[in-house]
C-alpha cells in the first residue's frame, strides 16, 4: 500500500526553514518600507516647494506654502497652528483671492517634520523668500521616523534635511552629519 504525505520530520524541517527566512526577512524589509516612506515624502514636500516657487514665478503674485488639517474638502485653507504632518496645501496670491493649486493629505504616521519657527513658506513674485529687516531668510525642514539620524549604509542618515535660503530653491541633505546638525538632529 503507498501513502502520499510528508513525514512529521519533513515538516518540522520546512518550518524551521521557513522561521529563519522570516527572522532574517523581516528587519530588512521593513527598513525598506520605512526608506521609501521617507523618500516618496520627501520628493512630495520638493515638489510642492518647487510648484510654489515656479507659480509664483509664473502668476507673478506671492505663493504660500502652509499646513492644512482639510486637504480632502473642496475649500482647503491654511491651518497656522498645524503641523506639515497634518497635509499641506500650496496657495497662490494667500492674502487676495485665495488660489489652491495643489494639496497634498497627511503624511505617514511614523514620520514626523521638525522646522524652524515658521506658519507658512512664502515665496514672493521673483520666487524668492521674503526678507526681513533687509537680509535674507532661511527655512530648515527635517524629516525624522523612529530609526532617526542613525546611518543606513555609505554614511546616508534615515532622516532627511530640506534646506531653503533666500533664493527660494530647496536644497536636501542625506549625509547623516548634515541631517545631525540640522535643527538639532532626529
Not at 133 to 161: F, M, P, S, V, Y
Amino acid at each position: 500500500m503507498h501513502q502520499e504525505g510528508v513525514t512529521l520530520i519533513e515538516l518540522l524541517v520546512t518550518l524551521s526553514v521557513a522561521s529563519i527566512l522570516i527572522a532574517f526577512g523581516t528587519p530588512p524589509l521593513r527598513n525598506f518600507i520605512a526608506m521609501h516612506q521617507m523618500s516618496a515624502t520627501v520628493n512630495d514636500l520638493v515638489t510642492s516647494l518647487h510648484v510654489a516657487r515656479s507659480e509664483a514665478i509664473n502668476r507673478e503674485t506671492s505663493t504660500r506654502l502652509c499646513p492644512s488639517t482639510n486637504t480632502d474638502t473642496p475649500v482647503s485653507t491654511c491651518a497656522p497652528l498645524a503641523s506639515l504632518a497634518d497635509g499641506w496645501i500650496v496657495v497662490s496670491d494667500p492674502d487676495g483671492d485665495a488660489i489652491v493649486l495643489q494639496r497634498h493629505e497627511p503624511i505617514p504616521g511614523r514620520i514626523r517634520i521638525n522646522h524652524d519657527f515658521i506658519e507658512s513658506i512664502d515665496f514672493t513674485a521673483s520666487g524668492r523668500l521674503p526678507r526681513i529687516a533687509d537680509a535674507d531668510i532661511e527655512i530648515n525642514l527635517l524629516l525624522c521616523d523612529e530609526r532617526g539620524d542613525q546611518n543606513t549604509g555609505n554614511n546616508i542618515a534615515a532622516g532627511r534635511w530640506i534646506n531653503i535660503r533666500g533664493t527660494g530653491r530647496p536644497r536636501i541633505y542625506t549625509k547623516q552629519s548634515d541631517v545631525q546638525i540640522a535643527l538639532g538632529g532626529c
